[in-house]
Structure formats: C-alpha cells, structure tokens
C-alpha cells in the first residue's frame, strides 16, 4: 500500500475472467478488479499439456488459471496484479468443465445425483506492479479444491434445472449461489471455492507477494476506505 499525504492508493487487481460470479464474489470482498476476458483456447492448451504426460484433477484448473493470466499479462497491462482462474469438477477420476449442451448436462446430472465431486479452483497471480510501487515481478499460484455433496434429484428436477441454461454456463454443470443451489446439500471446504474465487487462498497467494489483501479494499466514493467503516460499523 501506497499513502500520499492522506489518500490511501489502492493496489489494483485484474481479473482474468467474464465469470459474474467471480466478480460478485470479488466485488462482496470490497475489491473493484478491472476485468480483461484472456481469450484462451483451453482445449488447445490441455492438448499441449497432456503431450507432457497425465494432468492430476487439481493442477487442470491451475494451469488453466496460470494460460489465462500470462495471456492478459501479455497485453502491456502494466501497475497491477493479474489474477487468472478456472474450475473443474472431478467425478470419479475423471474432469468436467461446462456441459457442451443440455444432453450432456442432464447425463452429467443423473451421474452426480445423490453422490459427491470436488470442485478444484485453480488460482495464477501474476505481479505487474512496478518495483518502486513494491513490485515483484513474480508469479503464484494455487488450486483450492472442496467436496461437493449433491442432493438425490428427480428426472423432473434435473430436466427443469437444464432447461433453465444455467448448468451450461458454469464448470460442473451446477451453482452454490444461484438456481442449483438446493441441489448442493453440503459441502466440505471453501464456500467460495465452489464459486469459482476462493478469498481465503487469494488472500494466501498476495501475502507470497508482499501484499495484504486489505490493501486491495476499495475506497467508497468520499475516499474512506471499507475498513475505516467496517470499523465504525462495528463500535
């Protein structure tokens, strides 16, 4: 963080991502991130990869996160820190991102009814800030991975889900924070994770940085930042 006189400036996150949800999720945490969609071709990328050898479950997601953020990191952005995710569901072994169509997503469904997947969240940060600004250079990255239990639904229900389109939209045909919700039952580990941006691993990965999460906390129009009022809130 950077204070001139009395003004507090606050270091600034790109989002790697058209995911609404992960924008919410940022937005809610008092982050304003700049958004730049990457653009990446994801299969070609997996393809390369796995020319390599196999990819774990956890490290698809990661490196997914990792081509969309050096893909934005590319474009001469330059004074921020790019965060780049991406999230798959893992069912018996084996990834699923979104549903190519509605048929998929109803047979996807009625494999996840009534039993349990992990949600691996592959986070990439890249620092773009300059070295006076406390700029690394460095790039982190992690992959926060929850246990998702799913509720015994109907063929009713799953039509009635997939006709909504939402379980196309969004990797493993299924939300926590929107019309699927009632399908979840529980889950084990990170609530945001399953979103799609888990806060607590971010604030992990900035902290690698020399960056306190607190330092991204927007100001409120009058310049005052969120904490300065959660504390008032609070008293």
């Given at each position: 963080?950077?204070?001139?006189?009395?003004?507090?400036?606050?270091?600034?996150?790109?989002?790697?991502?058209?995911?609404?949800?992960?924008?919410?999720?940022?937005?809610?945490?008092?982050?304003?991130?700049?958004?730049?969609?990457?653009?990446?071709?994801?299969?070609?990328?997996?393809?390369?990869?796995?020319?390599?050898?196999?990819?774990?479950?956890?490290?698809?997601p990661l490196l997914l996160g990792r081509a969309k953020a050096e893909k934005v990191a590319g474009k001469t952005f330059t004074g921020m820190i790019v965060l780049g995710c991406d999230s798959v569901l893992e069912l018996d072994g084996e990834i699923h991102g979104k549903p190519a169509d509605s048929v998929e997503a109803v047979r996807r469904w009625r494999r996840m009814r009534g039993r349990s997947g992990i949600l691996h969240s592959g986070h990439w940060l890249i620092d773009l800030r300059e070295p006076e600004d406390g700029g690394t250079g460095r790039a982190?990255?992690?992959?926060?991975?929850?246990?998702?239990?799913?509720?015994?639904?109907?063929?009713?229900?799953?039509?009635?889900?997939?006709?909504?389109?939402?379980?196309?939209?969004?990797?493993?045909?299924?939300?926590?924070?929107?019309?699927?919700?009632?399908?979840?039952?529980?889950?084990?580990?990170?609530?945001?994770?399953?979103?799609?941006?888990?806060?607590?691993?971010?604030?992990t990965l900035l902290g690698r940085l020399g960056v306190s999460i607190t330092e991204l906390w927007r100001t409120d129009p009058d310049h005052e930042p969120v904490r300065r009022r959660a504390r008032r809130a609070a008293r």
């Open positions: 963080m950077i204070i001139v006189g009395n003004v507090r400036s606050v270091v600034r996150l790109l989002l790697a991502s058209q995911s609404p949800a992960r924008l919410a999720t940022l937005r809610s945490a008092g982050i304003e991130p700049v958004v730049q969609v990457s653009g990446v071709d994801e299969d070609a990328v997996l393809a390369a990869a796995r020319e390599r050898g196999p990819l774990p479950p956890h490290d698809v982190v990255g992690d992959t926060a991975s929850t246990t998702v239990h799913f509720a015994d639904l109907s063929d009713a229900e799953i039509r009635a889900y997939v006709a909504t389109g939402e379980p196309l939209r969004v990797a493993g045909a299924f939300t926590i924070d929107g019309l699927g919700g009632p399908f979840v039952t529980a889950i084990d580990g990170d609530h945001h994770a399953v979103v799609g941006l888990s806060l607590p691993l971010l604030r």
